[in-house]
Nanobody, 126 residues
Framework: QVQLVESGGGLVQSGGSLRLSCAAS????????MGWFRQAPGKERDFVAA????????YQSDSVKGRFGLSRDNAKNTVYLQMNSLKPEDTAVYYC???????????????????WGQGTQVTVSS
């Protein structure tokens, strides 16, 4: 089993920044591909960004490209989502996810992720 705990969410004004963290633990966690997704009220869960174990593969949705950055510290089993130039439409619950696939792997598809965190709320005021 893998446990994921997100942190760093909160309320920020439009144009501001936040950094989300996702700390992973568990005996089976290793070189897992990781992803971030978000879900706004009344909407489906959407892909935000994904990163492979080495960081050599990263994907971002078009809506956040150029504003959000993704990185990971494997020594700490932690993935980070740096969110800059935030907009009200970025308001959502943000979820961290881990795949069971490792190595040279990252994916935009939620179906590829087995483990999910509890989510952290990000609210951007206008």
């Amino acid at each position: 089993q893998v446990q994921l705990v997100e942190s760093g969410g909160g309320l920020v004004q439009s144009g501001g920044s936040l950094r989300l963290s996702c700390a992973a633990s568990g005996r089976t966690f290793g070189r897992n591909g990781m992803g971030w997704f978000r879900q706004a009220p009344g909407k489906e869960r959407d892909f935000v960004a994904a990163i492979s174990w080495s960081g050599s593969i990263t994907y971002q949705s078009d809506s956040v490209k150029g504003r959000f950055g993704l990185s990971r510290d494997n020594a700490k089993n932690t993935v980070y989502l740096q969110m800059n130039s935030l907009k009200p439409e970025d308001t959502a619950v943000y979820y961290c996810a881990a795949s069971t696939r490792s190595g040279y792997f990252a994916s935009r598809s939620a179906e590829e992720y087995v483990y999910w965190g509890q989510g952290t709320q990000v609210t951007v005021s206008s």
